[in-house]
């Protein structure tokens, strides 16, 4: 079973970066698309980015396109998450997930968060 620890959020002020990352440890991790979603006070959880997900190569949400940039290490089974000019409506828990459970995101693997805060 693939578990997943996020770390690397924090409070910082609009227009800065941050590099979220995931550490994955489990068996045949590299095999799983990976992703990351986020959840913001009273919001429901939303899909941010995924990788070697729906016919491969990196998705996006429109609300990080151009600005966050997933990538992994299948050596270090790890995967990241950079975001780069911070908005005050990216604040929320960001979650790494691993497809592990088929097609769904809901039954696959999910770390248990890390904050991210932007605020002036």
């Known amino acids: 079973q693939v578990q997943l620890v996020e770390s690397g959020g924090g409070l910082v002020r609009p227009g800065d970066s941050l590099r979220l990352s995931c550490q994955a440890s489990g068996p045949a991790f590299s095999s799983y698309p990976v992703g990351w979603f986020r959840q913001a006070p009273n919001k429901e959880r939303e899909f941010v980015a995924a990788?070697?997900?729906?016919?491969?190569?990196?998705h996006y949400a429109d609300s990080g396109r151009g600005r966050f940039t997933i990538s992994r290490d299948d050596s270090k089974n790890m995967v990241y998450l950079q975001m780069n000019r911070l908005k005050p409506e990216d604040t929320a828990v960001y979650y790494c997930?691993?497809?592990?459970?088929?097609?769904?995101?809901?039954?696959?693997?999910w770390g248990q968060g890390t904050q991210v805060t932007v605020t002036s």
């Open positions: 997930a691993a497809q592990t459970g088929g097609s769904s995101w809901t039954r696959g693997s």
């Open positions: 990788d070697r997900w729906s016919g491969g190569g990196a």
